[in-house]
């Protein structure tokens, strides 16, 4: 599945952003998908994830209550709807797709390793 990421740029503190990702090349529903993020010189870093249905999502603890995740299916489209945007949530964002509709605990998600596809990353800049 190829996967493109959209919608960064440059937002004020407490401002807000969706990114969006669009897969096509594969069945859509076959996937969770997760967002990711990575600054220069740290790992990258487990923000969220949705299921193959949308029914089941888990995010980060710094994140949790300010982001969401959900995905149109019809569409082939996963969105991250960022409020309350904070100088820290600067980073590069990058979908990744995990094949399979089994659903696991939160943990489970958080590896990279477990995601065999990648969009390109989009820039989210915070300033405060």
């Known amino acids: 599945v190829q996967l493109q990421a959209s919608g960064g740029g440059l937002v004020q503190s407490g401002g807000s952003l969706r990114l969006s990702c669009a897969a096509s090349?594969?069945?859509?529903?076959?996937?969770?998908m997760g967002w990711f993020r990575q600054t220069p010189g740290k790992e990258r870093e487990f923000v969220a994830v949705v299921t193959w249905s949308g029914d089941t999502t888990y995010y980060v603890d710094s994140v949790r209550g300010r982001f969401t995740i959900s995905r149109d299916n019809a569409k082939n489209t996963v969105y991250l709807q960022m409020n309350s945007l904070r100088p820290e949530d600067t980073a590069v964002y990058y979908c990744?797709?995990?094949?399979?509709?089994?659903?696991?605990?939160?943990?489970?998600?958080?590896?990279?390793?477990?995601?065999?596809?990648w969009g390109q990353g989009t820039q989210v800049t915070v300033s405060s």
């Open positions: 990744a797709a995990m094949s399979g509709r089994r659903l696991y605990s939160d943990s489970y998600y958080y590896r990279q390793s477990r995601y065999g596809y």
């Open positions: 090349g594969r069945t859509f529903t076959n996937y969770a």
